[in-house]
Structures are given as structure tokens and as C-alpha cells.
């Protein structure tokens, strides 16, 4: 054995070539297994200056108020984006829209529009501008755009199937400031998220408690409104934010907004924000020749464009 081992030996030494040692053929492996799936574990490890892993603390000294003038200096930042690359999911539905519009713009400009899968035709046109917000979807039970006033906006849950405030939706959408007389308190939940707490009064005049969780790099994570009880009203989670070169505006490009009680859960997919873009009014009206049923003090159907007050 020993005699055939060393002409092994030779003939190796003969062709140049070394025994791959078995620490030498893990760490090959290894190496193409990085070359294939490198990019994304590695994109796992880098640091997120906005997420949970993020090197920031909180000052011991920060009140509710630098909190939020922190805040609204980056809403400030942010007079409006838009996305044509925005993918829309629903909880318990394996469909999801591709290629969705919106628009937003400071303070209540907003629209977003919708296609059907394969591009079969219209899914959802949602809006809002400084008079008032309507809504359709594909619904042949409900076939007109309804329209409300903004003054008029606690008669809309009676026909939206979810609790619907455009000012809070405008904060959500970080183009909408704090309203600085509100009075907050904060319980810290660790060195990384604060809870800010103020109480308000819904349009259908309800008390409910606004709750916004805030990340120690000063960006909102959470947006909620909690009834009398407690309870989760409605619910806008915040995630994957982005910094813009330009403005230094921060934007989150996924957002989770979900509304307990009815069973509705909804998940935002941005790519490719375009910040402060060149501002468009004619996006933030109600669409041309279409049935639209008003919904408030004036009430009955009409044609765009014909209204009646």
C-alpha cells in the first residue's frame, strides 16, 4: 500500500496539480454559492440608517415637540411624489396590480389609479384635491364615482367600505405637517422607536387617539387611529425608506395600511418615486364624463363638470 501510494504521489507531482484538501473544496462552494445569491445576503447586512438595526438612539432630552418639528422638516421637504411602478396587494388575495399611478402633492392633492391584471381594463380611481375626494372601483353594483365635499366627510362612511380621513391619509403619505397645537405625550418603547399619543375628534364627531411611532433617525414608522377603547381603527405601516439626493426628503416605498374591523389590508409597493415633481392640477380632478353620485348636502347624480352646489 505504501508503494502505491508514493507512484499516486508522483504521478500528482508529474502533472502539477495539488489534492484538493476538504477545507479547500467548502470554501470553493462557498465562493459559488456568494457569486450567485452574494448580492442580496449581503444587501441584508448592510446598515439601514431607518430600520431596526440602525446604529441612532434617542436623545434622553427630546420632548413631543422637537419630535415633531422634526418631523414636519421633513414633510416640508416633501411638497409631493409620484410613482408609475406601484404595486398594489390585498391580504387574502393572490392577485396584485401592477403597475398602479399615484400622485400626491401638499396638502390634499392625491390620485391614484389602478389597472386590472393583463391590463383588462380600469380596477380603482381614488382622489383628492382642496374641495373634495370621490372613489370608484369596478363594482357593477356600484357603477358611478362617488364624490363627497370635505366638509361633508362624515357622511362618506355610510357608502366607503373603510373609514376614510384624507387629512390623516395626507400624513401618511408624509406631505401633510403636524399640526403643532395638538398636544402630545410620549412613552418610549426602547432606544430606537418613540410613541407619540394626541387625541382628536373625527369628522363623525368621535373621539379617537392618533398614534404615531417614530424611529430614533426621525422618520414616522407607524401611523394609527385607536378608538375610545383602544382599538385599532385604521393602521398605516411605513417601511423601506429612501432618502432623495436632491431635497433630502426621506420616503418610505412600502406601505401596509390596514383597517381591522372591516377586514381590509392593503400593502403599497413604490419603486422609482419621482420627488417634488413639476405640480399638475388637471391629475387631481375628477375624471371627464363619467356619472358621479355626490354624497353630503347635495346629493343626487350628475356629469363632471355639471355640478350643482
Not at 383628492?128 to 362618506?156: G, K, L, T, Y
Not at 398605516?236 to 426628503?249: E, F, I, M, T
Request: aromatic content about 8%.
Amino acid at each position: 500500500m505504501f508503494q502505491q501510494s508514493s507512484r499516486t504521489q508522483r504521478r500528482t507531482s508529474h502533472s502539477g496539480l495539488k489534492p484538493i484538501t476538504g477545507f479547500a473544496c467548502w470554501l470553493c462552494l462557498g465562493l459559488m454559492l456568494m457569486s450567485c445569491v452574494g448580492c442580496k445576503f449581503f444587501a441584508r447586512l448592510r446598515p439601514d440608517p431607518f430600520g431596526p438595526h440602525s446604529s441612532c438612539q434617542f436623545d434622553p432630552s427630546m420632548t413631543p415637540q422637537s419630535l415633531i418639528a422634526q418631523i414636519n422638516a421633513n414633510a416640508a421637504l416633501l411638497q409631493g411624489w409620484k410613482s408609475s411602478s406601484v404595486t398594489i396587494s390585498m391580504a387574502g388575495s393572490p392577485i396584485e396590480l401592477k403597475g398602479a399611478n399615484i400622485a400626491v402633492e401638499s396638502p390634499r392633492n392625491f390620485r391614484l389609479l389602478a389597472s386590472k391584471p393583463l391590463f383588462s381594463g380600469p380596477a380603482a380611481d381614488l382622489g383628492s384635491n382642496d374641495r373634495e375626494f370621490w372613489f370608484w372601483f369596478d363594482d357593477e353594483r356600484q357603477p358611478d364615482v362617488i364624490m363627497c365635499r370635505h366638509e361633508d366627510v362624515h357622511e362618506a362612511g355610510r357608502v366607503m367600505p373603510i373609514p376614510f380621513e384624507p387629512d390623516w391619509l395626507m400624513e401618511v403619505l408624509g406631505v401633510r405637517q403636524i399640526d403643532r397645537g395638538e398636544e402630545f405625550t410620549m412613552e418610549q418603547q426602547d432606544g430606537k422607536y418613540v410613541q407619540l399619543y394626541s387625541h382628536r375628534i373625527t369628522p363623525e364627531g368621535r373621539p379617537v387617539t392618533k398614534r404615531m411611532t417614530v424611529h430614533c433617525s426621525g422618520v414616522v414608522v407607524e401611523h394609527a387611529l385607536l378608538d375610545e377603547e383602544g382599538g385599532l381603527i385604521a393602521q398605516a405601516k411605513l417601511s423601506g425608506h429612501v432618502q432623495d439626493q436632491a431635497s433630502g426628503a426621506i420616503l418610505p416605498t412600502r406601505i401596509e395600511l390596514n383597517w381591522p374591523k372591516t377586514g381590509m389590508h392593503l400593502t403599497l409597493k413604490i419603486d422609482k418615486p419621482h420627488i417634488n415633481p413639476a405640480s399638475n392640477p388637471a391629475q387631481f380632478q375628477i375624471p371627464a364624463n363619467v356619472r358621479v353620485r355626490q354624497i353630503g348636502r347635495s346629493r343626487g347624480v350628475e356629469q363632471a363638470g355639471n355640478r350643482f352646489d
